[in-house]
């Protein structure tokens, strides 16, 4: 049952972050600023960071390695690969590999729009899809590195800490000059989508814990997408095109792929490389 512990971990962040994805624009379309669904958002990690602390009885780490740790960690897959593969020796066979493969396919296929269906423009949105990109990746490398020295709990307790740290500059970064919704689709609505994305980065701390950083990050940045594509195109009746029906197949195949393979790891084989 340990050895699958990884994989219902990063079961459940992916369903959960699948959700929040697909909720999340709720609360700024009704008049709640993303800057202050920002604020909510870190205020809500309080809560399972408390439930995390009291597994360890409240133990947290506090030595000079896990103070270093906490602010990079609190900074998307084919980064947190290649610095898995290249640092923590990380492998995979060949199964796993295709479907490491099938999710990097997937993933832009599932984020694939028809020209002129973009708000954005110029390429300020690609600027910032690849900060967000090597910040994830940098983030799951230094997540996987850190459970070498640290417990996961206090891993998830730092992380909430610099979530809340933020907060100012949230609210410095919001108009208070527009109306706001203070009403329930305002920070209350807000409040009960943002505990989805808490919750599953509290899973996705101890998946990292039991699994390994080249098959957890593909397979939670894979799945998460189907899961919001396909509550998405319920909630607007849509029927998907061929490119995301495309990558919606290819990330369930990389689901089972990557897990079968995680399964098939020989027993006893080390998940977490210590640092010296």
Not at 27 to 52: D, N, Q, R
């Amino acid at each position: 049952m340990k050895s699958r512990l990884w994989l219902i971990f990063a079961l459940v962040t992916t369903t959960f972050w699948g959700l929040w994805g697909a909720l999340i624009e709720l609360p700024e379309k009704s008049g709640f600023p993303a800057t202050l669904g920002y604020s909510v958002w870190a205020l809500t990690m309080i809560v399972p960071a408390l439930v995390a602390l009291r597994v360890i009885n409240w133990k947290l780490d506090y030595d000079r390695r896990s103070i270093l740790v906490f602010p990079i960690i609190s900074l998307s897959p084919v980064v947190t690969i290649l610095l898995a593969y290249g640092f923590l020796k990380e492998r995979a066979n060949k199964m796993g590999w295709a479907g490491i493969a099938l999710a990097m396919i997937a993933m832009p296929l599932l984020s694939y729009q028809p020209p002129g269906n973009s708000g954005a423009s110029g390429v300020l949105w690609v600027v910032l899809a690849l900060l967000v990109f090597l910040a994830w990746g940098i983030q799951a490398y230094f997540m996987k590195l850190a459970n070498a020295t640290m417990k996961a709990e206090s891993i998830f307790f730092y992380m909430t800490v610099t979530g809340i740290i933020l907060i100012p500059f949230a609210l410095w970064m919001t108009d208070f000059a527009q109306p706001i919704n203070w009403g329930f689709r305002g920070p209350y609505l807000a409040a009960m989508i943002q505990i989805l994305n808490s919750i599953g980065a509290l899973c996705i701390v101890y998946a990292f814990r039991y699994g390994r950083a080249i098959i957890v990050s593909p397979l939670t940045n894979a799945v998460a997408p189907v899961i919001t594509v396909v509550i998405s195109l319920i909630i607007h009746r849509a029927v998907p095109s061929r490119f995301v029906l495309t990558g919606m197949v290819l990330a369930l195949l990389a689901t089972l792929l990557m897990s079968l393979e995680e399964e098939a790891k020989p027993a006893g084989a080390a998940t977490v490389h210590p640092v010296a």
